[in-house]
């Protein structure tokens, strides 16, 4: 038996789901060197429903489906209708910055920043105007990929506890090795 050596690179995801408003569709032009993109900022939906709470995550529109679907959206948004959209966005991470302007002029903030991957639906005004295909669950780990055991393995992590086996009748193999 053959091994084969791939050359793949292997990734740790983070995915973030939930519903939030679009904010701020644009195409950003990058100063040096670096194709345009386009950006968003999801006001993504937490809390109580009854006292629900907003975070502010500016994206990168990575896909042609989600940009495709944030193009289509970008005239809601601007005639300032309300747009809900369901998300998954990846690999979350803050960004230190120092206001320039404003009442906090000086002081230092930190904003929200991701990869907009996935867009299940979206609403307009409540009106649901796209809605994604249930595609089919991809396995996390294809078979012969080894996990990660160092990650996996921990000394805290209990032991199993042993499961409760049926009486059966001896099979020929051990009433062998018990007349032995």
């Keep these: 038996m053959s091994t084969t050596q791939t ?3 292997k990734f740790f995801d983070l995915h973030t789901t939930g519903i939030g408003y679009l904010n701020r569709i644009r195409e950003v032009k ?12 999801v006001a993504a939906l937490r809390g109580s429903m009854d006292n629900a709470e907003y975070s502010y995550i500016d994206c990168n529109v990575v896909g042609a489906d989600a ?3 944030i193009r ?6 601007e005639a300032g209708k309300k747009v809900l959209v369901s998300f998954r966005i990846g690999d979350i991470w803050t960004d230190a910055f120092t206001y320039e302007k404003g009442d906090k002029k000086g002081q230092p903030g930190a ?14 005004d409540g009106q649901t105007v796209y809605e994604a295909k ?7 780990a294809e078979q012969g990929e080894a996990e990660p055991e160092a990650l996996l393995e921990s000394k805290e992590t209990p032991e199993p506890e042993p499961v409760a086996q049926e009486k059966t009748k001896p099979t020929r193999a051990k009433q062998q090795r018990k007349a032995s």
Excluded: C, D, Y
């Design 67 to 69: 940009e495709k679907l």
């Design 134 to 140: 249930p595609r089919e669950v991809e396995p996390v």
């Design 7 to 9: 050359n793949e690179a």
């Design 30 to 41: 990058p100063r040096g060197k670096g194709k345009p993109f386009m950006a968003v900022t």
């Design 72 to 77: 289509r959206s970008q005239a809601a948004v």
């Design 111 to 124: 904003s929200l920043k991701g990869r907009l991957l996935f867009i299940g639906w979206i609403k307009v």
